[in-house]
Every structure is written in C-alpha cells, then in structure tokens.
C-alpha cells in the first residue's frame, strides 16, 4: 500500500460528472492521503499505514518544532484512493497500471484504513472510490510525506 500525505490548512475533493460537480469530502486542517493499493496488500498494510497517519509527527508545537502529530493538533484526514500511485512508467509512454489492485480488493482496503482512521478519533472525509476527482489543497509548508507498507514486510 502506497500513501502520500500532504499537510494541509484545508482541501477538498469533488467528484465530476455529466451532471455537475459535487464535493464529497472536505478538511479545514490535517493531511490529505492519497492511498493506492497493490495486489499483496492485506488489512495488515492498512493498520500500518493508518497508524503511521495518525501519529506522524509533523505539526509545529509552541517553538515552532515539527513535534505534534494530527491527533495532538486534532486534524482532520482528507482520505483519496489513487489507483496510478501504482502506475508503471518505465517502459513507453503510456504507464501500465497492472500493479494496482483488483477495484473489489482496493475498495476494501480503502475504506478500511479510513475506518481504522476513525479508530484513531480521527475525523475522516473521503473522496468516492471509481469516480473522476478534483482534489484542491493548500500544502502547508510545504510537507509531504510518502509511505509504502510493501517496504517493510
């Protein structure tokens, strides 16, 4: 499982379609996840991935360090599946998505690391799995982190 996390002052997510455009999903502070799932990946990828959201330490505390993380601040997660943070580029110039998980498998895992956020007392939003999204956001700092659970085990 692949996540990228942008900390952020405030994002949104709207989905687009023939009929219009409608945010789904929207943060005042936090991070925005971008989450992409692999064939391999289990409830074990996503306890990890959850976990480390929760308790990264990326918040400036009262002397300006990166020392809290979004449960000491009270942030919100902005929460987006990313099917491409799979993609496969090396090779042409169309990426291959082959890496990514089985749409049933990702879905599940996606909202499964949403629930394990919510675990955490974490307030969640979330984008709509299998649809076009917009995702606007303002990066804080900036500071953006990448984590790939296949890395570890």
Same mark, same amino acid.
């Given at each position: 499982?692949?996540?990228?996390? +942008?900390? *952020?002052?405030?994002?949104?997510?709207?989905?687009?379609? @023939?009929?219009?455009? &409608?945010?789904?999903?929207?943060?005042?502070?936090?991070?925005?996840?971008?989450?992409?799932? *692999? %064939?391999?990946?289990?409830?074990?990828?996503? +306890?990890?991935?959850?976990?480390?959201?929760?308790?990264?330490?990326? !918040? @400036?505390?009262?002397?300006?360090?990166?020392?809290?993380?979004?449960?000491?601040?009270?942030?919100?997660?902005?929460?987006?599946?990313? !099917?491409?943070?799979?993609?496969?580029?090396?090779?042409?110039?169309?990426?291959?998505?082959?890496?990514?998980?089985?749409?049933?498998?990702?879905?599940?895992?996606?909202? %499964?690391?949403? &629930?394990?956020?919510?675990?955490?007392?974490? %307030?969640?939003?979330?984008?709509?799995? +299998?649809? %076009?999204?917009?995702?606007?956001?303002?990066?804080?700092?900036?500071?953006?982190?990448?984590?790939?659970?296949?890395?570890?085990?």
């Amino acid at each position: 499982m692949r996540a990228v996390i +942008q900390k *952020t002052v405030g994002a949104k997510v709207d989905v687009v379609s @023939e009929a219009g455009t &409608e945010t789904c999903g929207k943060i005042d502070g936090g991070f925005v996840v971008l989450l992409g799932v *692999t %064939h391999d990946d289990t409830d074990k990828d996503a +306890q990890y991935i959850a976990d480390k959201i929760a308790h990264l330490r990326v !918040f @400036e505390d009262g002397e300006g360090k990166l020392n809290l993380s979004l449960k000491d601040i009270g942030g919100s997660v902005l929460l987006v599946s990313q !099917f491409t943070l799979y993609a496969d580029a090396t090779s042409g110039r169309r990426p291959s998505f082959s890496k990514a998980a089985p749409a049933e498998q990702a879905k599940r895992l996606y909202l %499964h690391t949403a &629930e394990l956020l919510r675990g955490h007392g974490i %307030h969640v939003e979330t984008g709509r799995f +299998q649809t %076009h999204m917009q995702v606007s956001l303002c990066n804080d700092g900036p500071v953006t982190i990448l984590l790939d659970s296949g890395r570890l085990f």
